[in-house]
């Protein structure tokens, strides 16, 4: 069964919203805790990359909400007659990192529904790449999208590509033999997320 990860069909609190799992950061339990730099996060074999897509009755995938308050009640925010439901999709983070589509489901009026591809099929890798990361826009940025997925064969491309996109030149992200990079949409929630033990229980948990 699919959790309500995102704001759904009617009013949530805000730490429900689509995009907040992306951005907020308990520590993971791997080698990725042991670097200070929380731009980007290297994927590891064996988590899974949770991908939560709005369906919307405009078109594209950026979520508008309004603010609503009551007395002295938190703020709740409604997604409104544009949203129609959400896609959950997983992928599964395999031997040298490589991603392999597991399931999808549409949740739309409480019903869930599950389907062959994904909406955004967005992570087509080179079978050579050895190296996947997740790259995080640090900085206020006009463009259509606040994170990458970037993969290469060596380390070494893999750091000069993370610096291109980070810069956020028009070109930064390219496609190659050996070299992998896709922009994430504004809008869909991207969140790596590894099996941890929680009361004797196996749970999928953020790393981020």
Same mark, same amino acid.
Not at 193 to 205: D, F, G, H, L, Q
């Given at each position: ?11 949530? !609190?805000v730490?429900a919203?689509?995009?907040?799992a992306?951005?907020?950061?308990p ?6 805790a ?10 590891e074999? !064996?988590? *899974?990359?949770?991908?939560?897509t709005?369906i919307?009755?405009s !078109? ?7 603010? $609503?308050t009551? !007395?002295n ?5 409604? /997604?409104?007659d544009?949203?129609?439901?959400? $896609? ?9 990192s ?6 999808? $489901?549409?949740i ?11 909406? /955004? ?13 997740l790259?995080?826009?640090? *900085?206020?940025?006009?463009?259509d ?7 290469a ?10 610096h ?7 070109d ?8 992998f990079?896709?922009?994430?949409p ?8 590894? *099996?941890k ?5 196996? $749970? ?5």
């Amino acid at each position: 069964m699919i959790r309500p990860y995102t704001a759904a069909v009617l009013c949530l !609190g805000v730490s429900a919203t689509i995009g907040c799992a992306a951005r907020h950061a308990p520590a993971p339990s791997t080698a990725a805790a042991q670097r200070t730099d929380s731009s980007y996060i290297d994927l590891e074999p !064996g988590w *899974r990359l949770r991908v939560v897509t709005p369906i919307l009755k405009s !078109g594209g995938y950026r979520l508008r909400v309004t603010g $609503e308050t009551a !007395g002295n009640a938190p703020m709740a925010l409604c /997604a409104g007659d544009d949203f129609l439901g959400y $896609e959950v999709a997983f992928y599964a983070v395999g031997t040298r990192s490589v991603l392999e589509f597991q399931s999808a $489901e549409i949740i739309r009026d409480g019903k869930s529904t599950p389907r062959p591809v994904p909406i /955004a099929d967005l992570f087509h890798l080179p079978r050579a790449v050895r190296h996947v990361r997740l790259i995080y826009l640090v *900085r206020n940025s006009q463009a259509d999208h606040d994170m990458a997925l970037a993969a290469a064969k060596d380390i070494d491309d893999l750091e000069s590509l993370t610096h291109r996109v980070q810069a956020n030149t028009a070109d930064a992200c390219g496609n190659a033999r050996d070299i992998f990079c896709v922009w994430i949409p504004a809008g869909i929630a991207v969140v790596p997320e590894a *099996r941890k033990t929680i009361n004797r229980t196996i $749970e999928w948990v953020p790393t981020r």
